[in-house]
């Protein structure tokens, strides 16, 4: 027998014969089924399980690898989109504010004879060295602002109109060292001014009489003297009284009633009248006239017609004299002065600064 029909028997013919000596036995005898039903399921389940979990953790990862190619671009999107709502809330946020602060301007109703117009802060403490409590405002003299008209806020005095522009002005704080307000006290109605005292300073309460009745927390309102601001308008707060040991007027201060840098809109009150309160007042005039009147009824007693001219002519120019001195000193007579003495300068209060 040659080598290559037995190599054909043994892998041809024996694999045959006994593949139909199994088939046959287990056709008669049904083993094999009954094996296979028992053993096969889980031996192709355990064959089947690694290749579908390869599968599925190689589709899961390509689904991502392909999803996160775009989703840089949507993250920017969405970061870009969620600023710009940002934005339009914070600018929604800001028009419902600016709202109500008009809305209380409004609200505020100036006396017959002043008319009001509303403006915006865009500047703060002009001025040499920025040494004035001042702030800029977007009304001019276009606008019908003059010289020293009232700034105003639904909660009180502002200050007054410094140097008006064509379409801007200066506004002078209350609390600068050159402010000075009339006021009365809202439950005594004892007469007083306000003097600022410059920034994070109290305002000084001037020329309360030492018997006169003001107790911290009072409020101060405007006088209407001296015709720049109206009457009724609050201006501060009583925060200290020292009793006068012996001066005629207390020592008081008070604090204005707002924020006055923190301010964005405000009011400006103009006159409808006519009247300048920066043109020297009638009564003033009348000094000279009122003086010389009185020289001339004076002097035709004293002696014969001709004498009587010339004692006139004199009299005249002394008290001309005596009326265009400045009555300065005379503001001051509440202090005590030495006999022969000179008439001294007026003594500055130290300035109190706010705890």
């Given at each position: 027998m040659s080598p290559r029909f037995k190599y054909l028997l043994l892998f041809f013919f024996l694999?045959?014969?006994?593949?139909?000596?199994?088939?046959?036995?287990?056709?008669?005898?049904?083993?094999?089924?009954?094996?296979?039903?028992?053993?096969?399921?889980?031996?192709a389940g355990w064959v089947m399980a690694p290749g579908r979990w390869l599968q599925n953790n190689v589709?899961?990862?390509?689904?991502?690898?392909?999803?996160?190619?775009?989703?840089?671009?949507?993250n920017e999107d969405l970061t870009q989109r969620v600023r710009e709502m940002e934005l339009e809330l914070a600018r929604v946020s800001e028009k419902a504010k600016s709202a109500d602060r008009l809305t209380?301007?409004?609200?505020?109703?100036p006396e017959a004879n002043w008319e009001m117009?509303?403006?915006?802060?865009?500047?703060?403490?002009?001025?040499?060295?920025?040494?004035?409590?001042?702030?800029?405002?977007d009304l001019g003299s276009a606008h019908g602002v003059r010289a020293n008209d009232p700034v105003i806020s639904p909660r009180g005095v502002v200050g007054r109109i410094a140097k008006p522009g064509m379409h801007f002005s200066s506004v002078l704080l209350l609390s600068d060292s050159t402010s000075r307000?009339?006021?009365i006290t809202s439950d005594g109605r004892v007469p007083a001014i306000v003097q600022g005292q410059g920034p994070g300073a109290f305002l000084e309460v001037k020329f309360i009489p030492r018997n006169d009745p003001v107790a911290p927390g009072e409020i101060l309102i405007s006088s209407g003297q001296g015709?720049?601001?109206?009457?009724?308008?609050?201006?501060?707060?009583?925060?200290?009284?020292?009793?006068?040991?012996?001066?005629?007027?207390?020592?008081?201060?008070?604090?204005?009633?707002?924020?006055?840098?923190?301010?964005?809109?405000l009011l400006v009150l103009s006159?409808?009248?006519?009247?300048?309160?920066?043109?020297?007042?009638?009564?003033?005039?009348?000094?000279?006239?009122?003086?010389?009147?009185?020289a001339g009824q004076v002097a035709p007693a004293t002696a014969s017609a001709k004498a009587a001219e010339k004692s006139t002519n004199a009299?005249?120019?002394?008290?001309?004299?005596t009326a265009d001195t400045p009555d300065e000193p005379a503001v001051n007579a509440s202090k005590p002065a030495a006999s022969g003495a000179e008439p001294s300068k007026p003594a500055r209060h130290p300035v109190r600064k706010r705890s």
């Amino acid at each position: 027998m040659s080598p290559r029909f037995k190599y054909l028997l043994l892998f041809f013919f024996l694999p045959l014969f006994l593949y139909f000596s199994m088939y046959t036995w287990n056709w008669k005898t049904g083993y094999l089924d009954r094996l296979a039903a028992m053993v096969g399921l889980d031996v192709a389940g355990w064959v089947m399980a690694p290749g579908r979990w390869l599968q599925n953790n190689v589709d899961e990862f390509w689904s991502r690898y392909v999803y996160l190619v775009g989703v840089r671009q949507e993250n920017e999107d969405l970061t870009q989109r969620v600023r710009e709502m940002e934005l339009e809330l914070a600018r929604v946020s800001e028009k419902a504010k600016s709202a109500d602060r008009l809305t209380s301007l409004l609200r505020f109703s100036p006396e017959a004879n002043w008319e009001m117009r509303g403006g915006r802060v865009i500047g703060q403490r002009l001025g040499p060295n920025a040494i004035l409590e001042t702030l800029l405002i977007d009304l001019g003299s276009a606008h019908g602002v003059r010289a020293n008209d009232p700034v105003i806020s639904p909660r009180g005095v502002v200050g007054r109109i410094a140097k008006p522009g064509m379409h801007f002005s200066s506004v002078l704080l209350l609390s600068d060292s050159t402010s000075r307000i009339p006021v009365i006290t809202s439950d005594g109605r004892v007469p007083a001014i306000v003097q600022g005292q410059g920034p994070g300073a109290f305002l000084e309460v001037k020329f309360i009489p030492r018997n006169d009745p003001v107790a911290p927390g009072e409020i101060l309102i405007s006088s209407g003297q001296g015709g720049v601001f109206p009457k009724g308008i609050p201006v501060a707060r009583v925060v200290e009284v020292t009793p006068a040991d012996v001066s005629l007027f207390q020592k008081v201060y008070a604090e204005p009633l707002l924020a006055l840098r923190y301010y964005e809109e405000l009011l400006v009150l103009s006159r409808t009248d006519g009247y300048d309160p920066g043109q020297p007042m009638a009564s003033a005039d009348a000094v000279q006239p009122a003086a010389n009147s009185t020289a001339g009824q004076v002097a035709p007693a004293t002696a014969s017609a001709k004498a009587a001219e010339k004692s006139t002519n004199a009299t005249a120019k002394s008290t001309n004299a005596t009326a265009d001195t400045p009555d300065e000193p005379a503001v001051n007579a509440s202090k005590p002065a030495a006999s022969g003495a000179e008439p001294s300068k007026p003594a500055r209060h130290p300035v109190r600064k706010r705890s």
